[in-house]
């Protein structure tokens, strides 16, 4: 059964960049099947897509974060990342790590999430 | 973008009882709508996807319907490992979600 589990600080200064990694165990990250993404959940945003990458290195951002955001995908880690830059508050959430099979797609399975607080 | 709104916010609701939940598309998205139940400290879970398939392992007393820009999740006999949070989330266009309902013990 795969699996997906976050990992990354929990505190980041404001204007610095928050970089998160998520691991995958019980299958593939190359898998021609799967794309792997970022959901961040907030009180004031909800739950928000943030991008989508695949193995071969394609990326998918939603518009009001593609500035700042990048997706990359490390097979032989078997993990991606997530890198946020400029950070603020307003970046402040739980972020979830996703597996889904088409760039517009349902989700599963969820990792657990890391809470991110931005602040000084 | 797509906008997603549910209805009721929070709901409060008794084991044994029938509740739904609502579920808005700002446009239409044909069954390109999933279900996700969320409990804290733990990863949401999906419950059904296109609409009305129920997600492998997902009790039966969990039913979604709908298509276009309506839909409803239904679950019969509420169970006390029912009371969570539950999302919509459209698939049409990338992807968004509703902002939840709580259903809490009443």
């Known amino acids: 059964q795969l699996q997906l589990q976050e990992s990354g600080p929990g505190l980041v200064r404001p204007s610095e960049t928050l970089s998160l990694s998520c691991t995958v165990s019980?299958?593939?990250?190359?898998?021609?099947?799967?794309?792997w993404g970022w959901i961040r959940q907030s009180p004031e945003k909800g739950l928000e897509w943030i991008g989508t990458a695949f193995y071969t290195g394609a990326t998918y951002y939603t518009p009001s974060l593609k500035s700042r955001v990048t997706i990359s995908v490390d097979t032989s880690k078997n993990q991606f990342s997530l890198s946020l830059a400029s950070v603020t508050a307003a970046d402040t959430a739980m972020y979830f790590c996703v597996r889904h099979r088409y760039v517009s797609n349902y989700f599963d399975p969820w990792g657990q999430g890391t809470l991110v607080t931005v602040s000084s | 973008d797509i906008q997603m709104t549910q209805s009721p916010s929070t709901l409060s609701a008794s084991i044994g009882d029938r509740v739904t939940i609502t579920c808005r598309a700002s446009?239409?998205?044909?069954?390109?709508l999933a279900w996700y139940q969320h409990k804290p400290g733990k990863a949401p879970k999906l419950l059904i996807y296109k609409a009305s398939t129920l997600q492998n392992g997902v009790p039966s007393r969990f039913s979604g319907s709908g298509s276009g820009t309506e839909f409803t999740l239904t679950i019969n006999r509420l169970q006390p490992d029912d009371f969570a949070t539950y999302y919509c989330?459209?698939?049409?266009?990338?992807?968004?979600f509703g902002q939840g309902t709580k259903v809490e013990i009443k």
């Open positions: 019980g299958g593939f990250i190359s898998s021609s099947n799967y794309y």
């Open positions: 989330q459209q698939y049409e266009n990338f992807s968004s």
């Open positions: 446009q239409g998205i044909t069954s390109w």
